[in-house]
């Protein structure tokens, strides 16, 4: 680990002052330029930056820290009825939460079953929304791949059985938020602030890049910006969702696979809206956007939720060693849609 200088910011504007770049733009460098430049990253709770230091992948020459700016660690409900998140809620206070727990249910459940219990008393949600991919060649120092500024994927024909099923040339990362998987099912907003006056605000599906938009950096935040909130929308009247996820192991570990159903009903039990999503699948939140438009009109059983998990797979294009993951996914699309029904 290099030897850096250490400040806790006091408020938002000198946390975005101070932030001179991304994380993910400090990587990009060559480790040797990496040394030399002048960068200062800013830090939630640490958990992705402590990996990522001490992996030598990160080597800024100030870390500003946001644990101290008031504010940051508040859920409160919006005037239209919607919930305001500050980055520095944990995911442990988020999923304990009462408006959590009793309006939307699935990030109830996502939460719950992320990461360990240690680990969600510690995680904020900003810092998992923003934490770096897990593909295991661009987390270790040996490999200098597309992501990190070098010339070659080494995942496309090496060990890819943890990466995606879509949108996977060049780079097959897939999005490391189990999170964000359900906040964008939800149709979440996001906050970034900088400096200046004007805050940025985005529907949270267009804040994550895909490789063809840029390949160094899974998301939309710049330099002398802090995330400052995540908005979720009141669930209409008749809005029920599930979220569903299968790992190797029950605790401790990302998903291979999970999914998010959000199913809005009409009076008479037919679906007005949906939103499928996928996690795990993609370098980014992977919406199955023709399956939900399918569903609009229909009476969810298990003859309509079958044939969407065979549809919500169309288009994947699995790499050598992680087909399996398709009839997986097939099942929990179909097993989340009745779920959310039910
Ligand atoms: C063993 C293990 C299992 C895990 N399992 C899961 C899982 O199942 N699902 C899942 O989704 N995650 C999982 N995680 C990831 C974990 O949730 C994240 O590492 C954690 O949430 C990061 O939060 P942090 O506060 O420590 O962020 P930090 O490490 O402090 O920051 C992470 C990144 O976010 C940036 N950042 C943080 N806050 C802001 C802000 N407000 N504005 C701008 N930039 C900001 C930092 O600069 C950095 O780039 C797991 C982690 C571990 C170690
Ligand atoms: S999948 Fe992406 S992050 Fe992994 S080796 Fe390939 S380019 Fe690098």
């Given at each position: 680990m290099n030897r850096f200088a250490f400040a806790s910011a006091r408020t938002i504007k000198e946390a975005a002052a101070a932030a001179s770049t991304t994380v993910a733009q400090a990587m990009t460098v060559s480790p040797e330029a990496m040394e030399q430049a002048e960068t200062a990253i800013v830090k939630a709770n640490g958990i992705d930056v402590l990996d990522l230091l001490k992996e030598g992948l990160l080597k800024p020459s100030r870390i500003v820290s946001l644990?101290?700016?008031?504010?940051?660690d508040e859920v409160g409900e919006d005037k239209d009825g919607g919930l305001r998140i500050g980055p520095m809620v944990t995911l442990a206070a988020l999923a304990g939460h009462h408006l959590v727990r009793e309006r939307y249910p699935a990030l109830a459940d996502a939460l719950d079953g992320a990461a360990s219990p240690q680990i969600r008393n510690a995680a904020t949600l900003g810092g998992n929304l923003l934490q770096r991919p897990r593909c295991w060649y661009f987390r270790s120092q040996a490999f200098r791949c597309l992501r990190k500024g070098g010339g070659h994927c080494f995942a496309i024909t090496g060990e890819n059985q943890y990466h995606a099923i879509f949108n996977n040339m060049p780079c097959a990362i897939?999005?490391?938020?189990?999170v964000a998987t359900v906040l964008v099912a939800l149709g979440a907003t996001i906050e970034l602030t900088g400096p200046g006056e004007a805050a940025r605000q985005m529907p949270l599906e267009d804040f994550f890049v895909p490789p063809e938009r840029d390949?160094?950096?899974?998301?939309d935040l710049r330099p002398?910006?802090?995330?400052t909130a995540i908005r979720l929308p009141k669930p209409s009247p008749g809005t029920r969702m599930a979220h569903l996820k299968q790992g190797e192991k029950d605790s401790f570990d990302w998903p291979l696979a999970d999914v998010a159903v959000v199913l809005e009903f009409d009076g008479a039990g037919a679906c007005r809206r949906a939103a499928i999503v996928l996690g795990a699948?993609?370098?980014?939140?992977?919406?199955?956007k023709t399956t939900e438009a399918a569903l609009v009109g229909r009476r969810i059983d298990e003859t309509v939720a079958a044939s969407a998990g065979r549809a919500a797979l169309a288009g994947a294009t699995p790499l050598s060693k992680n087909a399996y993951k398709l009839p997986l996914f097939e099942a929990l699309v179909r097993r989340a849609i009745l779920k959310a029904a039910g």
């Open positions: 644990a101290r700016i008031p504010g940051l897939v999005h490391p938020s189990t390949l160094q950096r899974e998301n002398q910006e802090i995330v699948a993609a370098p980014v939140p992977h919406r199955a």
